[in-house]
């Protein structure tokens, strides 16, 4: 988590001003960092330095601003410190008074109530001479919080000869335990013992959120000046932090051994007043109540702040339209005709109905089975239910629908049809899902993909085409690896610097962004584990193709590709030096450790086995269960944890389970050939190459509309079995086509995930930097780009290597 956040999370709401405002001095980072980038360009320009010239001499140093901005807060933070501290003391001293006077009381209820001898409670005479001392006995100076003068040894001595005799005070143990029948007196003192257990409570609640308002507010200084010397190449955090005792009261080593010691004495007092034991038993007690307190008084900030989080989460996973969708059912879930998604379930009902009832097949099964498929197409399409419940609907309507048929052609029974499609939901392709996602896991919670990408990005220099080529070829080659969905994501990162020193109103911003997007939309068909689709159309190939036959098909498409997309991305936003100044990214200067380099070898071995796996099949048999080495290496060690294995998007796994049932009903009912020899023959005069445009056009718009998945989803079937019913049977090469032009939609902001996160990238006021107008003026052209290089470089790869 951010230390934004979590200062947000562990702040006191009502103290929320009073903490250093670490997001204001991150602007101010990010502004001093731009200004001396301007500065330092204007300098190098010849023609125009007579004209800054006096400019410059009034320019101030970044690390004078910056510095008198933290004493700022210093200043504040100390001030508000030493106000609370003061009345915290007095809280205590009066606290400590009103127990003495309890004491008391309870001491004369007993000599005026002798009937009640079993209450008794004796004072010594010293006892009692040194109870009043016992208003000093916190540890902490009673002086003004304003004077800084250390506690002497010997103050702290008699403090604590003080406690030992308050607490040696005796007490009735019978008191607390028993309040019936007991007269008006006593009554009035049970209650009293009460009241004074809720003020030593919230007392030490106050106690414990100053001992936490230190510390959060000490990392505060020490992560912005961390931040401000990378950004500004300085070196001002040593020496800021080493000044920071003598500078104020609050960061004093005395000041937070005083807290502790107050601490420790409250406990004490709870101790008195609860009548324990023991002091770990009272210190047991006020952590729950501080915990309690804690989840009670700021339930509503972090049920805001975790909203935010998980926001923050599902838009960087591409899941957030998923989100919304989810939030909507919920929200306006009623039975009203105003609802749309009554609606468009009522609709959707009504067309599957009539089409069950309504012969346009002959074979019953197929007439259920293309019910059952426009019925999935029409709720994936229109996403009335989240897409993997409609994926989890597809089974029971296989079987309730009785769809398939054995292989004589009569209907399936329940009992072989539920065996028969659950077997096929679980297969190879689903596990080298898995490790797809499990390399990724590992790639990123390590850092090791943002390493290599800022090494290699810190290598662009500072020339805007050659940086945006840079970041586009990360961002692709990330996707074939930690796939299509969290390579923006990391590649988002690694542009902030950029994107804060550049101006307000420079188009390279957008370029950046929208570069990141494209390119991951082109990395998308990359590797068979770099996005869904191409998970779905592995699977409907027999035989499936190896990694080395899809990284000469898609790699040279994927170049070709993204050189033409920099080329027009360049031309429409006028990217030059001339009118872009870059700051250099740096390094991460540290090393790889032990365990990043078994990370990496791990990785790099799937990656080989996966390549050569159709020579490996007498060891490993299909290529799903080399997926499990990383899974057994990672997990197995503790390098990934269950929390990891939780947080896979699942919703994508049970969504391609989903289509591979559809695809097995529609194949076992004979839906699919029947429709692909109706399509034949008004196709047939057209050559494989025509049938590629044709369906490749027809693809490319419907991805543009539904998402990438959901496209592959409903067409791989259908262009397989055309494929496999022409003259010259060629169902691999369409699939592959199909699988290519899915990733190759990006027209909208809705056009994949690596679109839905670009479109929700903010400045630091919360300004988007795109809008829909510039995906829709740089997405459809790009799609059409992709799409010529995918039906002439594609299609000819294909067929040189017989595909």
Known sequence: MKFSHSLQFNAVPEWSSKYIAYTTLKKLIYSLQRDQLHQA???????????????????KDPGVVFLAALDAELKKIDEFYQRQEKFVLSSLEILVKDIEDFEQDLDSGRKNSGEFGEFSLTHSRSQEEDIPKARNFSGMSQTDPGDHSEVTEDENLVNSKTVENYLKSPKSP??????????????????????????????????SELKSFIELNKTGFKKALKKFDKSLNTNLKDEYLDNLSRKTYVFRDETANKLDGTLDSVIKLYQIICNHGDIETAKSELSIHLREHVVWERNTVWRDMIGLERKNYATKTGTEKNSKADKTVIDTFNLSLKNPIVIRSILITVVTLIL???????????????????????LWATETIPLFVTSLLIPLLIIIFEVLKNDDGTAMNAVDSSK?????????????LLGGFTLAAALSKYQIAKSISTEILSRAGTNPSVVLITIMGIALFTSMWVSNVAAPVLCFSLIQPLLRTLPKDSTFKNALILGIAL??????????????????????????????????IALPVCVVALVLVWVFLLITFKCTSKNTKLVSIRTIDEKFTLIQWYIISVSVSTIVLWCVASKLQGIFGEMGIISLLPIVLFFGPGLLTTEDFNNYPWNIVILAMGGTALGKAVSSSGLLKTIAIGIQHEVEDFSLFGIAITFGLLILIMATFVSHTVAALITVPLVSEIGANLPDPHPRLLIMITALLCSS?????????PNVTAICMTDEFGNPYLTVGTFITRGIPSSIITYFVVITIGFATMKLINF
């Open 356 to 378: 069950l009832n309504v012969s346009i097949f002959e074979d019953p099964q197929q007439e259920k089975c293309f019910a059952l498929m426009v019925c999935a197409s029409l």
């Open 41 to 59: 360009h204007a300098l190098e320009d010849e023609e125009s330095s007579h004209l800054i010239s006096n400019e410059h001499r009034t320019f």
């Open 745 to 753: 939609a990006m027209g909208l902001p809705t056009s994949g995930f």
């Open 174 to 207: 019978g008191l607390w335990g028993h309040t019936d029948n007991l007269p008006p007196q006593l009554l009035l003192l049970t209650e009293t013992r009460i009241l004074l257990r809720k003020r030593v409570i919230a007392l030490y609640t106050t106690m």
């Open 420 to 432: 028969y499609i659950l077997g096929t939901m679980w297969n190879s392709v689903i596990l080298l």
């Open 519 to 552: 390119a991951s939309n082109i990395g998308g068909m990359a590797s068979p584990i770099a996005s869904p689709q191409n998970i779905i159309a592995i699977e409907a190939m027999d035989p499936q193709p190896s990694w080395g036959q899809w990284f000469v």
